[in-house]
């Protein structure tokens, strides 16, 4: 025989499953959010997101390959990811050099610092955001109003969870602020202002079933938000109205269903036992009410899941998935 | 407001006066009452934390030689006698000298030696090809070449030869703390002791098979044969499982055996270039140092070319392994320092002749 | 139909490739020198118990087994003993074997060679066990542990139900496939054989459904039965291994560090059970095998049934020869199968199959860095998680590799197969239970 036999440990088979088809997935999934924002914002929101890819994919193989000196692997498609999903939490006016400077806090601080992709241990693309907001608070929170596709300016005005905030700084009953409110319908339809990606609930949701079809994630992490965010507002809801807005408000308004189906379930940043993503799930939908109800921003999700995703580490070292075999000697 | 300033100072004096008397309580209380010694020894210690002595650091070791009645047992061989004599000397205690030690690979298996005969695929370590099958040649006994034991080298004393597949060991750096005799899953590597000017005559092969299929796995097997046992002044030399092995503490380094094997498996390294070069084997003159003019020269001008030889060597070595700038000077400059002691101390008889 | 069982937990569907499904069992003859290793089991190696230059005939004792975890070794093969010599088997090493060349084929005429059906068992439970023993029967999925010391029930504990194994959950092999098919009536006497062994009144084989003929064929055959159903089960891997396949079918979880028989359940492949009705009816040892060869290259996949000895090469030839694009050939399937480095090895006890790899599928693709997509824990059928097991093997932390249960692993391979970023996490593990094995056989010394 001229040619020399392979040999390794087995398994010797190999699914079909890899990191770039994942990405990619993940890329597809949000397809339809993306196709809702254009419809909602205009141009803008065609042409930021790919200008977010474009500097993030730029900066991660800049990176890697002169500060780094490893061979640049973006191949991967996660800057591609994290490009986006930084897009989509930015309003769309959004002026590009603030965006390349977000981008770059991204991947170069959230994720590149820590020696890329696998390693990082918040979700870089939250980084970037947390960092933009906290440096450019006028110009991230003059959110567009929606107002269709062939508007060319667009009005600014708050978000729903800012009229609320105000509102309630000021000493409103909810009750009375609910005129001003958009109504739920028009929130689950996206038609409310926000950055652009976090607005049409169903697009999000339509994402998620793709996600979930394709096994790219798991139901654990999204639920658990969603679930504990309804519960614990609801339960505030029915105790004090007057003071709390209603649960399903909570679950439509701001960026929570970005956060929650692709923010959360981020792989790197996530738990790795579904028991430990059940505990990361309710601390998220826990720490989302709690900053949203008592904290100084209206918007709590961000923050929830980078809190959260400090624990991440923590969960994973003491919940651990259920051994098989580990049963008390049955008969 | 001066109100203000003064309750809060007043408030943070007390609340700093508090935290002081339970911080001291506290301290007594759970005060460690530890031996001033053993952070003598460790000063001592090379701090290479390379666990050579048989415990997981330096730390550890200082305990163990403070607690211990005699030094019998404990030996650094990072440090050596050097700094077991110190820590004897802090402790009072009488140090055991041992003698000097240096790891040798016991396989010549390279590329060209060992035909491959299939190719492995998975994670790079030798442990899990060795447990997987006899690698990619035939040979179960032979060098895996994934490196192993250059992971587990903290001294930069082991490296992988790229052209050979095989590791070879930089005598300068090692210290014989034997984390690569450790490491390595077919035990080709030995700690043997330490020769002047790093010579060492060795079996390189640990075959246990008959001649005839050692010789199918590989050109340079032992084969067995006892010409070097039979060959051997000193009985050094001892045979077993159709392998011959050089007791490294009874060889005089005569170099008898290298020229009776007939498949080149003993090596003789950092010997002066022998009288009759056609006696050489050529895998041996390999790894000798090549023949050089002046016969007539005596032994001190030798030595000086194989320094020299070595320094060259040496520089070729770390070039292409890319050994950070900085290191390779200080290590080059120590280095030089000695020689040029040794080349002193060497000229000195001829002044006495001389006068 | 029965509604589809299945493990609760992990598991993963790789594509099925039961591409010599339809090729009826031929038999293999084998002739020149054989070589026959006296390790073809776990445990114990056995010790050989012919001379250089005697004649043996087929059945004869080659090798003893020696202890009670130890296998008899039989001749496959008459013929002159030419020596015995280390040469390489599937073990990747060489290991003693007795090298035989082949002359004739005289059977000791103690064996009933004859195809009749013999269903009445007259031997006792302890007669079986030692005929079994005698035998050298050892599991023949390919774990190779030896029977006899499954079918003797230890003192204290009670086995109630008896599982037959026939999920063959690995990709390619048809060899179990075919002997359910081919072999189904004396295979029922064999489930009869090992039941009054156990003692158990029950019995259930166990079938994946991709296998519907299988199941409806036994089906009919055990209607008459008592005691002996028919389970067929979803398709899902590793649902053949023993502690996956009792949790299907009974539910009950086999402690961790603990035996089937501790639930009550014994678990026999269907290979050994017809080699357990060939030994106890037919008194003859095991000597033959049924072995799947095939590979998406191979011309003519096939199922032989061949003597224990024969070299895989002339499996190959025999199934269209060795194809220009093979790039790796594999004892047994894809998940769990050994890759070899070379042909001359031969056909031992455990070998369920050659798996002939095509070059383009040969090799492992760059590892890339870890996502921590949890696939691998996702996949686990043992509520390991792989990668962290990965890890601490790279970093050599073996104790607490121990602390997380490396040792629970069954080496199934699945989370290795889901890995999308190609990380030899298997490899690592196996190091982990390398090491952790050398650690607790340390401590077991030390204690005495």
Request: charged letters at 20%; hydrophobic letters at 40%.
């Amino acid at each position: 025989m001229d040619k020399l036999l392979t040999v390794s440990m087995s398994p010797h088979a190999h699914g079909r499953d890899t990191t770039p088809k994942l990405m990619l997935g993940v890329v597809i999934a949000l397809l339809p959010a993306w196709a809702a924002s254009v419809w909602f914002f205009g141009w803008g929101a065609l042409y930021v997101p790919v200008l977010s890819v474009l500097f993030s994919v730029i900066f991660e193989y800049l990176i890697a390959k002169y500060l780094l000196k490893k061979e640049p692997s973006i191949r991967d498609g996660s800057a591609v990811v994290t490009g986006l999903l930084l897009a989509f939490t930015l309003p769309v006016n959004i002026p590009v050099w603030i965006l390349a400077i977000g981008t770059l806090v991204a991947i170069g601080v959230g994720k590149m610092s820590f020696g890329g992709l696998g390693t990082n241990p918040f979700n870089p693309a939250l980084v970037g955001r947390v960092f933009l907001f906290i440096s450019f608070p006028v110009q991230m929170t003059s959110w567009p109003l929606p107002k269709g596709f062939a508007t060319a300016d667009a009005v600014t005005g708050a978000t729903p969870l800012g009229l609320l905030k105000e509102g309630m700084r000021q000493g409103e009953h909810v009750a009375n602020m609910v005129r001003e409110l958009p109504t739920n319908y028009d929130m689950f339809m996206g038609h409310m202002g926000g950055s652009m990606g976090e607005v049409a609930a169903v697009a999000l949701l339509l994402g998620f079933l793709y996600l979930l079809w394709r096994r790219i994630i798991t139901w654990h992490i999204p639920v658990t938000i969603l679930t504990t965010v309804f519960l614990f507002s609801g339960l505030m809801w029915l105790i004090n109205p007057a003071d709390n807005a209603s649960p399903v408000f909570h679950l439509l308004s701001g960026g929570l269903m970005l956060g929650a189906i692709f923010m959360a379930t981020d792989y790197v940043t996530s738990p790795m036992t579904p028991q430990g993503m059940v505990w990361y799930g309710v601390g998220i939908g826990l720490l989302t009410v709690i900053i949203r109800r008592w904290g100084a921003y209206p918007e709590g999700v961000q923050f929830a899941i980078l809190i959260m995703n400090a624990f991440v580490p923590l969960i994973n070292m003491y919940v651990k998935p259920k051994r098989f075999g580990e049963v008390k000697k049955n008969g | 407001m001066s109100d203000i300033v003064l309750y809060t100072v007043i408030s943070l004096t007390l609340l700093g006066i508090l935290a002081a008397v339970i911080l001291y309580f506290v301290a007594q209380k759970f005060k460690v009452v530890e031996d001033p010694r053993i952070d003598a020894v460790e000063e001592v210690l090379p701090h290479a934390n390379c666990g050579g002595c048989g415990y997981p650091g330096c730390r550890p070791f200082a305990e163990a030689c403070v607690k211990a009645d005699s030094l019998d047992d404990l030996f650094c061989p990072v440090g050596g006698n050097e700094v077991m004599a110190k820590v004897a000397e802090i402790l009072g205690l009488e140090a055991v000298e041992a003698e000097p030690r240096v790891a040798v690979i016991r396989c010549q298996g390279s590329y060209e030696h060992r035909p491959r005969t299939s190719r492995y695929e998975g994670a790079s370590t030798c442990a899990i090809e060795h447990a997987l099958y006899t690698g990619d040649t035939d040979c179960p006994y032979g060098c895996l070449g994934l490196g192993d034991c250059v992971a587990a080298c903290d001294f930069e004393a082991l490296f992988m030869d790229e052209k050979t597949g095989l590791p070879y060991v930089i005598d300068e750096n090692c210290v014989a703390c034997g984390a690569c005799v450790e490491a390595c899953p077919r035990d080709i590597i030995e700690l043997r002791k330490r020769n002047k000017r790093d010579r060492k005559i060795f079996v390189s092969c640990i075959n246990e098979e008959k001649g005839g299929v050692a010789r199918q796995y590989c050109k340079v097997a032992c084969i067995g044969c006892s010409k070097c046992f039979q060959v051997c002044p000193f009985d050094a030399i001892t045979m077993g499982n159709n392998l011959a092995f050089i007791d490294s503490d009874a060889c005089k380094l005569c170099r008898k055996c290298v020229v009776v094997c007939p498949t080149d498996s003993i090596l003789e390294i950092n010997f002066p270039p022998r009288k009759e070069p056609k006696e050489v084997k050529p895998a041996a003159a390999k790894k000798a140092v090549p023949p050089k003019q002046e016969k007539a020269a005596p032994a001190v001008a030798a030595a000086k070319e194989t320094v020299a030889v070595k320094e060259k060597e040496q520089e070729k070595e770390k070039k292409a392994e890319n050994i950070p700038a900085e290191e390779k000077a200080s290590e080059k400059d120590a280095g030089g320092e000695d020689e040029k002691k040794k080349e002193a101390g060497g000229s000195s008889p001829e002044e006495k002749k001389g006068s | 139909m029965q509604k589809l069982k299945t493990f609760p937990k992990g598991g993963v569907h790789p594509p099925e490739h039961k591409l010599s499904a339809g090729s009826p069992i031929e038999t293999l003859p084998v002739s020149g020198r054989v070589a026959i290793p006296v390790v073809q089991h776990l445990g114990a190696p056995a010790e050989p118990v012919v001379q250089r230059g005697e004649e043996v005939k087929v059945g004869q004792l080659l090798a003893k087994g020696t202890g009670f975890v130890s296998a008899n070794v039989h001749a496959p093969v008459s013929g002159k003993v030419f020596r015995i010599d280390k040469k390489f088997d599937a073990s990747g090493y060489k290991r003693t074997s007795v090298i035989i060349d082949i002359n004739g084929d005289d059977w000791d005429p103690e064996i009933d060679r004859s195809t009749t059906l013999r269903k009445e068992i007259t031997a006792s439970r302890e007669e079986i066990i030692e005929k079994v023993q005698a035998a050298g029967i050892v599991g023949m999925g390919g774990a190779t542990f030896p029977t006899h010391v499954k079918l003797n029930v230890p003192r204290g504990k009670k086995a109630d139900i008896l599982i037959i194994n026939g999920v063959e959950c690995e990709p390619f092999l048809t060899a179990d496939h075919r002997l359910m098919l081919e072999r189904g009536e004396e295979l029922v006497v064999g489930i009869r054989i090992l039941m009054k062994a156990l003692a158990v009144t029950t019995a259930v084989i166990g079938i994946e459904n991709n296998k519907p003929d299988a199941i409806d064929h036994l089906t009919k055959l055990t209607a008459d039965e008592p005691g002996i159903t028919v389970q067929p089960l979803k398709v899902k891997y590793p649902q053949g291994g023993e502690k996956q396949l009792i949790k299907a079918i009974t539910g009950r979880e086999v402690p961790s560090g603990g035996l089937p028989v501790d639930v009550g359940a014994v678990v026999h492949n269907v290979g050994t059970t017809l080699a357990a009705y060939e030994a106890v009816q037919k008194n003859k040892p095991l000597i033959e095998r049924i072995v799947t060869v095939t590979g998406k290259s191979v011309a003519k996949p096939s199922n032989f049934l061949v003597r224990i000895g024969t070299p895989i090469s002339a499996l190959i030839d025999a199934a269209g020869g060795l194809p220009e694009d093979t790039g790796k050939v594999v004892l047994g399937g894809p998940m769990m199968g050994k890759a070899v480095s070379k042909l001359d090895i031969p056909v031992t006890k455990g070998t369920s199959g050659v798996l002939i790899i095509p070059d383009n599928e040969a090799h492992r693709a760059p590892v890339e860095p870890c996502i921590r997509c949890a696939k691998c824990v996702s996949v686990c059928p043992m509520g390991l998680e792989p990668y962290l097991l990965m890890d601490l093997g790279v970093y050599e932390k073996f104790e607490r590799a121990q602390n997380e249960r490396v040792m629970d692993c069954i080496e199934c391979g699945s989370c290795s197969y889901i890995c999308p970023a190609d990380r030899p996490l298997l490899d690592y593990i196996r190091l982990d239970k390398l090491r952790v094995g050398e650690m607790i056989r340390k401590a077991r010394q030390a204690a005495k």
